[in-house]
């Protein structure tokens, strides 16, 4: 099994939608949870952390977290076509503060 | 404040060629990463620096692959020789302190091709 797994789409979503991306990890004993967002040629940003179960908010961005059920998810409210992009999860795994990313999920908000 | 600096952007080498990047962290970041990218999947970690001692590097391919970080800050990573799959973009990333956050900073990359 795949330590950090995610849709790799594409995933199209109207502009003005909420866009869901999601992602689940394998190690039950991780504790950070990262959304990066990584733009065509570019090098990943990070734009989303979360340390503990529930929702976090920022902006247009709520990143939700379920340890018991080892999945981590992004929701992007009023989705621009500046939203479209690679979004990576990644997960510190704990040991030996390794940060892990998934393989990344395209998002297309079409205008 | 200067981010992390990577060079050089592009290299296009045969394959069993060699090929070296070099990586400048961000003043005072205290971990230092190189992922590789390849098109269309996330970044795999190859190796991660605590100042200058190595922390993991259980993904990079020893036999052909090194890694040094010159008195915790610099680090240069060299592939040799290379081969056809090791086209990718190497992401050097930084970060403050051990403690992780998870808060990377990366260049922008340095994009391999072995033909």
């Known amino acids: 099994q795949k330590e950090v797994e995610q849709n790799s789409g594409p995933l199209s979503v109207p502009e003005g939608a909420i866009a869901s991306l999601n992602c689940t990890y394998s190690d039950r004993g991780s504790q950070s949870f990262f959304w990066y967002r990584q733009y065509s040629g570019k090098s990943p940003e990070l734009i989303m952390s979360?340390?503990?179960?529930g929702d976090k908010e920022d902006g247009r961005f709520t990143a939700q977290l379920n340890k018991a059920s080892q999945y981590v998810s992004l929701l992007i409210r009023d989705s621009q076509p500046s939203d479209s992009a690679t979004y990576l999860c990644?997960?510190?795994?704990?040991?030996?503060?390794?940060?892990?990313f998934g393989k990344g999920t395209r998002l297309h908000i079409l205008p | 404040e200067a981010g992390v600096a990577q060079s050089p952007r592009y290299k296009i080498i045969e394959k069993r060629q060699s090929v070296a990047f070099w990586c400048n962290p961000i003043s005072g970041h205290a971990t230092l990463y190189w992922y590789q990218q390849i098109l269309g999947q996330g970044p795999k970690l190859l190796i991660q620096f605590q100042n200058n001692g190595v922390v993991d590097d259980s993904q990079l391919p020893k036999d052909r692959f090194s890694a040094e970080r010159l008195k915790g800050v610099d680090s240069t990573l060299k592939i040799q020789p290379a081969k056809l799959e090791d086209s990718a973009v190497y992401l050097c990333?930084?970060?403050?302190?051990?403690?992780?956050?998870?808060?990377?900073?990366f260049g922008e990359g340095s994009r391999l091709t072995v033909l």
């Open positions: 979360i340390y503990s179960n």
């Open positions: 990333a930084s970060s403050l302190s051990h403690q992780n956050t998870g808060e990377l900073f």
């Open positions: 990644a997960v510190n795994t704990n040991r030996d503060d390794k940060i892990i």
